[in-house]
């Protein structure tokens, strides 16, 4: 059994887009890199241009991708 | 390409790690044309680093449930905190004049609420929304920033506007954590009593 997953490109890093939540317009990716596993990292959607995905601006916002997650997760089981 | 699927236990360095890379490093464009096919297992094995991650967050930030987080109701706004705001600090601080034709503000109390508020920069903001640019500068003169204009700028806001933009956001932003970790806090006690009731009943 396989699995389709869309990579995008930060920098020279191709990560897997492993899940996504949206959020009051906002779209939090959560990343894994293709050629390390242990490279994981959240994006959120730019205001100007929803393709664009950058870093997350506070610790805050962190915990909130987290917290979004989590409860996709838990709703989903 | 090496896709290995070791066991995975999220520890606290391994989430320091995710919200350093999270918060800093490249932007990247998602043009929704590229896709690649992994094993089910090792897509798991992925998923499982990140939940573990995830779950050390969540599990943290529920436990912060009792003591520090605030009541709060679905219908609740900046508006009403901004309420709050002008019924505990500004309307004790607002007097008439002799004449009864005109009213004035203690500045200086204003300006020691702003200190005593616990939240300097969303008091400014509660503030500024409800006596306006002027009035917050003189309250402000009590205070090191010395004027409104010095506070946007070493706030790093180009503008009073700007200012109310980010504050309303990071607002908002806060009501939304709070409202989900009360909300995990309820789900966590609900698994907790089924779990129970199923231990129970064996």
Not at chain 2, 170 to 183: A, D
Request: hydrophobic share 35%.
């Amino acid at each position: 059994m396989e699995k389709e997953l869309e990579v995008i490109t930060l920098g020279d890093k191709d990560y897997f887009i492993l899940n996504e939540v949206k959020r009051n317009g906002v779209t939090y990716i959560y990343l894994s890199n293709v050629e390390d596993r242990d490279d994981t990292l959240i994006r959120k959607s730019s205001k100007d241009d929803d393709s664009i995905f950058i870093p997350l601006e506070t610790e805050e916002e962190f915990e909130l991708a987290c917290l979004l997650l989590f409860r996709k997760n838990k709703r989903m089981k | 390409m090496a896709y290995e699927s070791r066991e995975y236990n999220s520890n606290v360095n391994d989430v320091e790690a995710i919200r350093r890379r999270s918060m800093s490093g490249e932007a990247g464009k998602r043009t929704g044309t590229k896709y690649v096919k992994i094993p089910l297992d090792v897509y798991k094995a992925r998923l499982k680093v990140l939940a573990a991650a995830v779950a050390l967050v969540t599990s943290v930030a529920v436990s912060c449930v009792p003591g520090a987080i605030k009541s709060v109701s679905d219908n609740w706004t900046v508006n009403k905190l901004m309420n709050e705001f002008h019924s505990e600090y500004v309307i004790p601080e607002t007097h008439r004049t002799d004449d009864n034709e005109h009213f004035f503000y203690d500045y200086d109390d204003i300006a020691r609420h702003l200190e005593e508020y616990g939240d300097f920069d969303e008091a400014v903001y509660l503030l500024n929304r409800d006596i306006g640019y002027y009035q917050t500068g003189q309250v402000l003169k009590w205070t090191p920033y010395e004027s409104f204009t010095n506070y946007l700028s070493e706030k790093g806001y180009e503008d009073e506007e700007d200012f109310q933009d980010d504050m309303k956001a990071q607002i908002i932003r806060g009501i939304e954590i709070q409202e989900m970790r009360q909300e995990l806090a309820q789900m966590q006690a609900a698994h907790e009593s089924e779990h129970d009731a199923v231990l129970g009943g064996k």
